[in-house]
């Protein structure tokens, strides 16, 4: 990428990048909060550790399938530079999207799902039934999330943080109304927490067109020298993004196997509730990091890396610090019993998995620095190596785990651990490996 006649790297600071980068953290953050708002509902329904373990397998499986266009945020935010490039993409991302709802909608075939959820995942016969109607109510899904993303990537190219952030946080209250309104009511807390789902998601998707369109992200950009290598057909987008998506895929089609492996623990009654329970409130604070990556796809090469290397480490260090003060301090005992409420052995499960993933904001902040720097500079297939890669330590480890007789969550925790500092040692070799070919 080469410096914009109007920017200079002087005039972007280590603040700016944090100006940049709190909205579309806020976004994040706010997607997050929906998971333990919904342990918190299911929490207080009847039946709490079978609506957690049937939500936390519904949701493994709809977003395996919503994972090859997980992506096209990022795909959205390099390519927006190029008119045809983003009408390429805008094609690419309805068939996509339709196409994986459309997989989605064959998947809840009660023959299909009882042939694939009970012999391939080992989901119980009591849960299969309600994962099934859950996973209808969410057929929607990868279409509508698809269809944010695109919209997504233009505004945060053109600058509109505060755009994506509104509509996150929209979406947060649509969930929050619908599961109160539901609770009210005494709605089954799986279906309850599977409507609340696609409310959302399908009302954040109408904001951000409409975002989009009334802030002029839409409109066609300003041609520039220093974007004529990008994608400007369905072939060659296909190209560009097919590692991206590949990589996706794998890492959530592996979380989606991991559900299965923890369903074989000697402990999986609890295990299936506590890993999804806690793997949540985790994220609420690693997913703030995430939007370092787009960050560096729009600031390269008009900040030093280092810079940017600098920026990410501080995202993740303090988000680090917030979970590790989470899980050992006596607030953050009231905060997980606030969001599992009085079930003990519940607690017990996931304190432990809080704490060893205190780490996990630090290395989901590295990782998506170093995919950002890939991203931005087109070798995507370095994306796709790391994640198969972290993928595979994942899902060993977890079975190693499991057949060593560790509880289930614990495993799960440990793996998924491991597999991140592999991901991100990985892509980091493949970033100093492109840095010095470029020099």
Known sequence: MTLNASQSPSKITFLNLWRQFI????????????DPMMTTTL??????RVNLAALGIAKSLAIFFESPIITILHASNALAPMERSRRALWRFTLLAGGGLSALLLLLTLPFVFATLGGTLLGIASQLQETVRIVLTLMILWPFAIAWRRYFQGLLIHAGHSQAVAFASIARLVIVAVVLLVGFTLKVAGALLAGTALIAGVVLEAVIVTWAARRLGATRPPRPTDSVQNLPTNLKSVWKFYWPLACSMLVLWGGRAVLVGIIARAQDADIALAAWPAAWGLVLVIANATRMVQQVIIKNRGLVTDRQLIAFALSV????SLLLLLSSTTP????????????DSALV?????VLLLCAVVPLLVAAQNATQGFLVGSGQTRGVNRATWIGTTILLLGAFLGVQL??????????AMIIALISEVSC?????????????
Do not use: Y
Request: glycine fraction near 12%.
């Open 427 to 439: 892509l980091a070799f493949n970033f100093s490996k492109q840095s010095s070919s470029v020099s």
């Open 331 to 342: 607030f953050g005992l009231i905060v997980v019993q606030s969001f599992v409420g009085n």
């Open 316 to 319: 993740g260090m303090l988000c």
């Open 23 to 34: 909205p579309l953290s806020l976004s994040d953050v706010a997607m997050a909060c929906g």
């Open 405 to 414: 007789g560790v509880p289930g969550a614990i495993a799960a925790a440990t």
């Open 348 to 352: 017990e499960g996931i304190r432990p």
């Open 43 to 48: 929490a207080h329904l009847p039946d709490t």
